[in-house]
């Protein structure tokens, strides 16, 4: 039985809209909405780009797109008339010119427009590229008695939008957003949003949730009245859902906050579950029936089966050892007890008949040379050709397991351990591999469908890296210990930091430009790379454009 007030009841919707599902996307915003009117909400708010789904990158110009997505919002502002306000974002076209929107609806109509000011560019973002900058006074309209001001994201990262907005008269601020999650969103959240907090202006956070590509949103939609302080998590992170929030014209402040308030996670559990989340949409979001993987008993292999089992049940998940004459019988035991512990499917195919078939094949023409590198990617090859044999004919979906060390300095095989659809552990250093795999193994992870407890064996954990590609092969053989390397590589990539700060360090000299050079000389991998979650300040992909051809040395 609803308990009636005088307050502005607003239903704050986190959910996990799909990019370029204009259809379904409506669909779950019209469930919301029903939610909303019988939970006698007055207005029901969606996140930013909600109905085609953010990032849409170039979608944005295909004209179609943009004008599905607003005859949704035409449609769904008909179904406002006897029930509550709804305000959801969408692309906009008009005279031209196409804007990022919220749009508020009520009443049968669209009743107005909001426009985003400030258009991120940096990083992940490509605003500039799609979107014309919103223009004129703030929208502040009045429902229930509250003035409500209407801002979109980035508009809420700089403090113009804000005070424009509080100038303007509104009593409160509300925020559809598309914020995706890193490592250090929640602290760059709070220092962006203080920076206008002596407004004292209550606002409502209202993230997307779900995978989209690179991208991970986390939602953490809050509500607050005004500080960083009092900010109530309304739903929580990693997850969909909806919350009801009342805002009391009276003293022009949330009611109830700090009560059952979510709290963000922090650290190996969120980015844990980030990776989940993105490994696990991109499969489900591109309709596979779920992944199969070269098991080859590291701890690359074993943390990724981990994910994905965790992220999609193990029945979805699909092992398969590929040992040639150099993988140890270690290996071998320790990769069937991982597929084990973690329930999984788990399968051997030998790949030594294959390299003798191409020894055979390229006997002559090698004749005279020597064993090299060569020989090695022919074997990793040969087990992309495996995994992508049982991909075609069943369907699953092959995942890499490439951490960013690997990546960085181009330690790893294009078109071999390289191929495949996605990777949980592109932005996760070698070092960070150990600690995550570490940290599963002590706890079970929220929504996880795995087994809970030591799924990964120790002994993956505490063996020297290898490649098996050659006899007593240590990855430290080529490379220096991931301890320094991982620094090296974080100053290089993450922090963009002259060769000179890293040498302030203590590292080696000679090591530092050799790294240098090989994350260089290894760009054209990393272009050909199958995509991957954003856990750090800074991937391989979106973040980082660096030319391929490129003879730049920090002298």
């Known amino acids: 039985m609803l308990i009636m007030s005088n307050n502005l009841r607003i239903l704050a919707a986190q959910l996990n809209p799909v990019v370029g599902d204009i259809k379904g996307n409506l669909a779950l915003a019209r469930e919301a909405y029903g939610e909303a009117r019988a939970k006698g909400a007055h207005l029901l708010v969606l996140s930013e780009h909600f109905l085609l789904g953010y990032p849409a990158e170039d979608l944005v110009l295909k004209p179609s797109a943009v004008e599905q997505s607003m005859d949704a919002v035409r449609a769904l502002a008909q179904e406002t008339k006897d029930g509550p306000a709804i305000l959801i974002g969408t692309p906009w076209s008009e005279e031209g010119r196409l804007y990022n929107s919220a749009c508020f609806l009520g009443g049968g109509l669209i009743k107005a427009r909001y426009d985003k000011r400030e258009l991120p560019n940096y990083g992940v973002f490509d605003e500039k590229r799609?979107?014309?900058?919103?223009?004129g006074p703030p929208l502040v309209v009045e429902l229930h008695g509250v003035?409500?001001?209407?801002?979109?994201c980035e508009d809420i990262w700089l403090e113009r939008v804000p005070r424009a907005t509080h100038a303007a008269g509104a009593e409160l601020l509300i925020v559809p957003n598309a914020?995706?999650?890193?490592?250090?969103?929640?602290?760059e959240r709070a220092n962006a949003f203080d920076r206008w907090a002596d407004l004292k202006l209550p606002y409502l956070f209202v993230n997307q949730m779900g995978g989209q590509d690179e991208l991970v949103f986390d939602g953490a939609s809050f509500a607050t009245n005004g500080t960083h302080g009092e900010r109530c998590g309304l739903v929580g992170q990693f997850e969909t859902g909806t919350a009801l929030v009342e805002f009391d014209p009276s003293t022009k402040q949330f009611s109830g906050l700090g009560q059952s308030c979510a709290a963000d996670l922090e650290g190996w559990p969120a980015e844990y579950r980030a990776a989940m989340q993105g490994l696990g949409d991109y499969v489900r979001k591109n309709r596979f029936p779920g992944v199969v993987l070269g098991m080859s008993g590291g701890i690359d292999s074993a943390i990724t089966a981990a994910i994905a089992a965790d992220a999609l049940g193990p029945d979805k998940v699909w092992c398969v050892m590929m040992p040639s004459k150099y993988t140890s019988n270690d290996s071998l035991e320790d990769a069937k007890a991982c597929a084990q512990?973690?329930?999984c499917r788990y399968d051997t195919?030998?790949?030594h008949p294959g390299v003798e078939a191409l020894d055979t094949m390229l006997g002559d023409v090698f004749a005279g040379k020597k064993a090299d590198i060569t020989e090695e990617n022919i074997q990793s090859r040969l087990r992309a050709?495996?995994?992508?044999a049982l991909s075609n004919k069943f369907g699953q979906m092959v995942v890499t397991t490439g951490n960013k060390s690997e990546m960085a300095v181009g330690y790893a095989t294009l078109y071999g351990d390289m191929c495949g659809g996605y990777n949980a552990l592109k932005d996760f250093y070698k070092t960070e591999v150990f600690e995550l795999?570490?940290?599963?193994?002590?706890?079970?992870?929220k929504d996880a469908l795995a087994p809970a407890g030591e799924v990964i064996p120790e002994?993956?954990?505490?063996?020297?890296?290898?490649?098996?590609?050659?006899?007593?092969q240590k990855d430290e053989d080529s490379l220096p210990p991931y301890e320094v390397l991982d620094d090296i590589l974080r100053g290089l990539v993450d922090l963009e930091e002259d060769v000179d700060d890293i040498l302030a360090r203590g590292h080696d000299a000679a090591t530092v430009r050799r790294i240098e050079h090989l994350v260089y000389i290894a760009e054209y991998k990393r272009r050909q790379a199958p995509p991957g979650v954003k856990v750090g300040g800074k991937n391989f992909g979106r973040d980082r454009r660096y030319p391929i051809t490129n003879r730049f040395r920090d002298d």
Do not use: C
């Open 459 to 472: 002994r993956i954990i505490t063996k020297p890296p290898s490649a098996e590609l050659r006899e007593d």
């Open 130 to 135: 799609h979107y014309t900058p919103g223009e």
């Open 147 to 152: 003035r409500v001001g209407v801002a979109i």
């Open 437 to 445: 795999s570490k940290w599963r193994n002590a706890v079970h992870p």
């Open 385 to 388: 050709v495996t995994l992508m």
């Open 341 to 343: 512990a973690l329930g």
């Open 179 to 187: 914020s995706p999650w890193r490592r250090a969103i929640q602290a």
């Open 349 to 351: 195919i030998n790949i």
